[in-house]
């Protein structure tokens, strides 16, 4: 019993800390947002901008000492990392864009899965709709898996949708 109950508690450490996401700092700059944040003396950055018609790409980064990089895994806490994304993409949704597209490369999948499981749960809670995809990629530390999550509105311009996709595959961003 004493195994079971340790793991409930790490489970309700868990929990805990998914409902506490640190502060973000956002600014607007020509309909764009940045949102900083700091976890402990770890640095990230929340970047969202405006693609084609009200269609939006999502995109976070790690300060790694000299440049903002995208490869956060098994940076800092991961939980508190990811309640503070998950709370980014609450607050870019209250912004009324028809879409939120953003990609991750990443091959833990847990982490995934909450992504998955929490874009599902804005699905149903905001009556969006969602579209999940990965395929392989190459990258300058190999084959990976790019997972690719859209957030849209059923009324959606599907061409803008589309040419969003495109804009944000080319840039990266």
Known sequence: ????????????????????????????????????????KDEYRIECFKQV??????????????????DITNIGNQFKVMATIVDGIDFILSKNYDSIIFSVIDENETRINLYDLHCKTIEKRDGLKYYKKSSKVSTNKGI???????????????????????KIIVSGK
């Open 1 to 40: 019993m004493k195994k079971l109950d340790s793991f409930f508690k790490y489970l309700n450490n868990i929990n805990e800390i998914l409902d506490n996401p640190s502060s973000i700092n956002w600014k607007n700059i020509n309909n764009d947002y940045i949102g900083e944040f700091n976890i402990g």
């Open 53 to 70: 018609g009200n269609n939006y790409s999502f995109s976070f980064s790690y300060y790694d000492g000299t440049d903002w990089t995208n």
């Open 144 to 166: 990976k898996e790019l997972y690719m999550f859209i957030l849209y509105k059923e009324n959606i311009n599907q061409n803008d949708l589309m040419e969003s996709v495109k």
